[in-house]
């Protein structure tokens, strides 16, 4: 089943949630929406899933019109942050409640219930917490009765907001692994909303980057990371440099501010570890002044100041200990990949001058 | 046993628990035991005789009858008053909110006296329903009015904050599973308001069954017809028939217990039906 959602609008009084935004998930992908709080991915969760009226646009599913279709009807499975489940059921009446409320005629036997509910709770290997109440277990456990109960009415749309924003990062780990197995399986198409890139990238087989209520960037998890298509989703993706600069019609030259509010200034966006660090002086290289090395977890990161402004560096161990850095010193900064944008828009600079290379 | 040597947040909780027993027995016990102690200077077959006289039977028909369906009532719109208060936004709901808790605070003969008034056959309301062959004031169906009237808060502010508590995503994880809206009332959100509703159907029940002040006014006061048990015992006290009044009081007071107790009872199943096995052990 795939989703279409086409020029999709949202407002909330005078808020602008959503902004004509459009999106095509087809049957088997399992999509991302990553964005900052506010940004809208929720609203678009929820708009997909018929529990909020777009102001505009149109909800396809399988080519299908369904924007007025109510929730209940839409055959989607919905997994909150906050799980929800029923709190005065046990566990294995949560999961059969989607087959119990089922018009009589479309009702399975009680025997085919008990079936299909042990399944899936096996699925979510939790078979043994059959009898237990919600309360009674953690919040990871919450987290996978709330899926099992969601696909036990074999929904063609599968919807999460935010499912493990709730969880410690451990069992977070865990349950996106298992979530990406899960999806694999079951052959439906997937939408997750999450705030954590990590999480993202990880997990989905593509991201929809949004920021204040339209789409920035729609591409495969190295796609939006390693070739941003914003400055936004620069930074919102991971660490990043910025650098001032000017761009000379195929020339963009680092370093060298042009007059606020001139044409030709520009940004470059350099990720902390596409910069190497070098002793001597080259015309490609920047100098700076290290202020501060600290070693976190696999990589060494050095924050150097260059003009007044602080940049970080990420070096693997060797390389540092290879350089042999101390704190104080003045050293040459050397982007190996870089990209340039004038206002919103990439340049296709093929040349860098760094400028200050003296 | 186990559980008082847990470590607890608030200190004194030996102290807490004697002082709370003390307070209620000094409050509510002492004076109950008092009327026990005081009553009976008869026989028993005095007291039976006594206590089971036509007009006496009718007087806990009416009583009772009047306060069960005075309570069902409020429960069912109280639920809906609380319901509508909480999950609807609409001009003056502040206002109506306030209103609520009106029948607490007005003088019980000040109630009284208004629905009279307006249900007579010459009041605002009785007097449209007196064409339809319809009279409240003065007849049993006057009683329950009245303890309609003072009933409603007890419920409308013991399932409001329970009300506040239920996530609208419960509702909305009924709708993607395909639930109806009747369906998700009845599965999913009755049983999480049942217990509160038990409660407020509780309090406005024993309330009922006490009132006096407003019910005087608008029952009418016929004897086998629209007379309650309170004002027996009132008339019997007056006329310094002590002991009568005492037994009156006694068998108000053993029905009134057991019907509490058969509801509390009722409400502990219902409250820890969700968790009766809290005390097994969570495997890590």
């Avoid at chain 1, 940004?39 to 678009?44: P, R």
């Avoid at chain 1, 456990?141 to 929904?155: D, H, K, M, Y």
């Avoid at chain 1, 997750?192 to 989905?204: K, M, N, P, R, Y």
């Avoid at chain 1, 949004?210 to 990371?225: A, L, R, W």
Wanted: charged letters at 20%; aromatic letters at 8%.
């Amino acid at each position: 089943m795939s989703i279409e959602v086409k020029n999709i609008s949202k407002r909330f009084g005078n808020f602008v949630a959503l902004d004509d935004v459009s999106l095509e998930i087809p049957t088997g992908e399992l999509v991302a929406l990553l964005g900052p709080s506010g940004c809208g991915k929720t609203t678009l969760l929820r708009i997909i899933a018929g529990m909020e009226s777009a102001s505009a646009g149109t909800v396809m599913f399988h080519g299908e019109e369904a924007t007025n279709v109510p929730t209940r009807e839409r055959q989607v499975g919905f997994v909150f942050q906050h799980y929800a489940l029923f709190r005065h059921m046990s566990v294995f009446e949560n999961v059969a409640f989607g087959l119990r409320v089922k018009p009589r005629g479309e009702r399975p036997s009680e025997k085919q219930i008990r079936e299909r509910v042990m399944h899936l709770l096996s699925l979510v290997q939790l078979e043994w917490l059959a009898d237990r109440y919600p309360s009674q277990l953690s919040g990871g456990q919450r987290q996978r009765i709330a899926l099992a109960r969601a696909l036990a009415v074999e929904p063609k749309v599968l919807l999460l907001d935010e499912p493990f924003g709730a969880l410690d990062t451990q069992v977070r780990k865990e349950l996106r692994r298992w979530l990406r197995h899960l999806h694999d399986e079951m052959h439906i198409a997937s939408v997750f909303v999450t705030h954590d890139q990590e999480e993202a990238l990880e997990v989905a087989d593509r991201v929809v980057v949004m920021n204040k209520g339209h789409i920035e960037q729609i591409g495969s998890p190295d796609e939006v990371y390693s070739a941003p298509a914003t400055p936004f989703v620069y930074r919102f993706l991971g660490n990043v440099n910025v650098f001032r600069s000017r761009v000379h019609g195929t020339w963009a030259e680092i370093d060298r501010a042009p007059e606020p509010g001139s044409k030709d200034e520009a940004l470059a966006f350099v990720r902390p570890h596409d910069i190497d660090i070098q002793r001597e002086a080259s015309a490609d290289a920047l100098a700076a002044r290290i202020v501060h090395i600290q070693a976190i977890g696999p990589q060494v990161r050095v924050e150097v100041e260059h003009q007044g402004e602080i940049f970080e560096v990420d070096l693997t161990r060797e390389r540092h200990e290879q350089l042999a850095l101390a704190e104080g010193e003045t050293v040459w900064l050397r982007p190996r990949a870089l990209r340039v944008f004038q206002g919103e828009q990439l340049v296709d600079a093929q040349t860098f001058d760094l400028g200050a290379g003296i | 046993m186990t559980n008082s040597r847990k470590h607890r947040v608030l200190p004194g909780f030996g102290l807490s628990l004697g002082f709370a027993l003390v307070y209620l027995s000094l409050l509510v016990l002492l004076p109950l035991a008092g009327l026990v102690a005081h009553g009976v200077h008869m026989s028993f077959a005095d007291f039976w005789a006594t206590a089971t006289t036509p007009r006496t039977l009718a007087s806990y028909r009416v009583t009772f009858g009047c306060a069960l369906l005075a309570a069902l009532v409020n429960a069912f719109f109280g639920l809906i008053v609380a319901w509508v208060l909480v999950r609807y936004d609409f001009p003056g709901k502040r206002f109506i909110d306030a209103l609520v808790d009106l029948p607490f605070a007005l003088p019980t003969a000040v109630a009284g006296i208004t629905l009279t008034t307006l249900y007579a056959n010459t009041g605002w309301v009785g007097s449209l329903l007196v064409p339809l062959g319809i009279q409240i004031a003065f007849k049993p169906a006057g009683i329950v009015v009245a303890l309609i009237f003072i009933g409603i808060p007890f419920v409308v502010r013991t399932v409001q904050p329970v009300i506040e508590d239920i996530e609208q995503e419960i509702e909305e994880a009924a709708a993607t599973l395909g639930a109806t809206r009747w369906q998700t009332f009845r599965r999913v959100l009755f049983p999480a308001l049942a217990p509160a509703l038990l409660t407020g159907f509780t309090l406005a029940f024993s309330r009922a069954i006490g009132e006096y002040g407003s019910v005087i006014f608008i029952a009418g006061n016929m004897p086998m017809v629209s007379e309650i048990t309170p004002l027996m015992i009132i008339s019997k006290l007056e006329q310094y028939d002590t002991q009568g009044a005492i037994v009156l009081a006694l068998v108000m007071l053993v029905i009134s217990f057991v019907l509490l107790l058969a509801i509390n009872l009722l409400q502990w199943y219902a409250a820890n039906r969700h968790t009766q096995r809290h005390s097994e052990r969570k495997p890590a």
